[in-house]
């Protein structure tokens, strides 16, 4: 990008887009400090209305202890009962979990319990009736603060976890922030970098190389007899391109879709069953622009390149394809034993084709040939891409009894 006014353009963006992205940074750091302060006063209050509910408790069976004097224990456990319904109250005007405040309103209906309850001991006080009021204490009245402090703990652990979901949010918030700024820099860094243009070389192949079948990316189309991606024997005069050619040449059509490209090299990497291969190989169909694929794979045995898995074409077409004698002429058997990419340019009736060997540390074991729609196989970004999909499957295809393995479990 040679324009002044534009490159000051992208980096006023870029400046404005760090900015803003380190404000919302700052903006979304102050409200996971307030949340968590806001969480540990919530939790340091909670403690301390357990803590009275057990206070309560002990003072209601000092009512019936030998030595004790009522009056006292009378007046501190009145004193408690108040004190913790009204913290109870601002626990649930604090709380901002729905389920802490359903907690804490069970726990104020215990607590109204344990209220009629030291008003009937009181009563049975007053009457000397000692033991109903020892029964009621050490058995009703007991289990009612048990059951209102376990309510006051469930209503602290569920602000906890509410506080734990909240903060992991705004954690996704901050690195999805950052991570856009960043994308965004990377590219306006791209475009600011300057783009080369390479002299685009192009070379005569042998009139006896294999035509390019017709389109067939329609369902049921057959592949004609003697053609197809790879085939052998079907003479033409289409001229096979130099592998890569014009790498550095700027992409005016045909351009490669970078994001589902990324997205499918992933796919590819986390590939666990081998029935999702042909999945897969579809959606490669899609980022080349290509009507059809086949995956070649070495057989040692017979010497041939037998297809193993392909994408576009119907299964009556797939039937009369056969091997290929890794000495044949064309361009799937040239990708084999060269180990480079091999390109044969449409001719105006049939499509363009690329032919990407399958290389690993052992040597090539099989090719990935692509029959290209519109020549798009010239575009530098369509051949470079395939080469990519060709080493994603050769890690899938390590070695030519591996990849039969394979194969067959994708054909289950």
């Given at each position: 990008?040679?324009?002044?006014?534009?490159?000051?353009?992208?980096?006023?963006?870029?400046?404005?887009?760090?900015?803003?992205?380190?404000?919302?940074?700052?903006?979304?750091?102050?409200?996971?400090?307030?949340?968590?302060?806001?969480?540990?006063?919530?939790?340091?209050?909670?403690?301390?209305?357990?803590?009275?509910?057990?206070?309560?408790?002990?003072?209601?069976?000092?009512?019936?202890?030998?030595?004790?004097?009522?009056?006292?224990?009378?007046?501190?456990?009145?004193?408690?009962?108040?004190?913790?319904?009204?913290?109870?109250?601002?626990?649930?005007?604090?709380?901002?979990?729905?389920?802490?405040?359903?907690?804490?309103?069970?726990?104020?209906?215990?607590?109204?319990?344990?209220?009629?309850?030291?008003?009937?001991?009181?009563?049975?006080?007053?009457?000397?009736?000692?033991?109903?009021?020892?029964?009621?204490?050490?058995?009703?009245?007991?289990?009612?603060?048990?059951?209102?402090?376990?309510?006051?703990?469930?209503?602290?652990?569920?602000?906890?976890?509410?506080?734990t979901s909240g903060l992991e949010s705004l954690r996704k918030v901050q690195a999805g922030t950052a991570a856009g700024?960043?994308?965004?820099?990377?590219?306006?860094?791209?475009?600011?970098?300057?783009?080369?243009?390479?002299?685009?070389?192009?070379?005569?192949?042998?009139?006896?190389?294999?035509?390019?079948?017709?389109?067939?990316?329609?369902?049921?189309?057959?592949?004609?007899?003697?053609?197809?991606?790879?085939?052998?024997?079907?003479?033409g005069a289409q001229a096979e391109a130099p592998a890569m050619a014009g790498l550095d040449e700027p992409a005016r059509g045909g351009e490669v879709n970078l994001h589902a490209a990324a997205a499918l090299c992933t796919d590819f990497a986390r590939l666990r069953e081998t029935r999702e291969l042909t999945a897969l190989l579809g959606r490669a169909a899609d980022v080349l622009d290509a009507a059809g694929i086949i995956v070649w794979i070495a057989d040692r045995a017979s010497d041939e390149l037998r297809p193993a898995l392909s994408h576009g074409y119907s299964a009556h077409a797939l039937a009369r394809i056969h091997g290929i004698p890794k000495d044949d002429d064309n361009a799937t058997a040239r990708a084999f034993r060269d180990g480079a990419l091999r390109v044969v340019e449409a001719d105006g009736l049939s499509n363009g084709a690329i032919a990407a060997p399958l290389l690993t540390p052992d040597g090539c074991v099989g090719v990935m040939a692509a029959e290209i729609r519109r020549g798009h196989e010239r575009r530098a970004g369509v051949q470079a891409m395939a080469t990519i999909l060709a080493a994603q499957l050769s890690t899938l295809v390590s070695n030519p009894a591996d990849a039969a393995a394979r194969v067959e479990d994708s054909k289950r």
């Open positions: 990008m040679r324009s002044r006014a534009v490159r000051l353009a992208l980096f006023v963006l870029v400046v404005l887009a760090f900015g803003g992205a380190t404000y919302e940074l700052v903006t979304v750091d102050r409200q996971a400090g307030a949340a968590r302060q806001a969480a540990g006063a919530f939790g340091d209050a909670a403690r301390e209305v357990e803590s009275a509910i057990s206070e309560l408790r002990a003072a209601t069976f000092a009512y019936v202890a030998m030595g004790q004097g009522r009056a006292f224990w009378s007046e501190r456990a009145g004193t408690l009962l108040r004190s913790v319904g009204a913290e109870l109250q601002t626990l649930q005007r604090t709380a901002s979990s729905a389920d802490a405040r359903v907690s804490l309103a069970a726990a104020g209906e215990a607590l109204a319990t344990v209220d009629r309850f030291d008003a009937n001991i009181r009563k049975y006080l007053d009457e000397a009736q000692h033991l109903l009021a020892s029964d009621l204490i050490f058995s009703d009245l007991r289990e009612a603060t048990q059951a209102a402090g376990a309510r006051v703990a469930e209503a602290r652990q569920r602000e906890t976890a509410s506080l700024a960043a994308a965004f820099a990377l590219l306006v860094l791209a475009l600011l970098l300057p783009q080369g243009r390479g002299a685009r070389q192009t070379e005569q192949a042998d009139t006896s190389e294999a035509a390019v079948s017709p389109d067939t990316s329609l369902p049921g189309k057959d592949i004609p007899a003697g053609q197809g991606l790879g085939l052998a024997g079907s003479p």
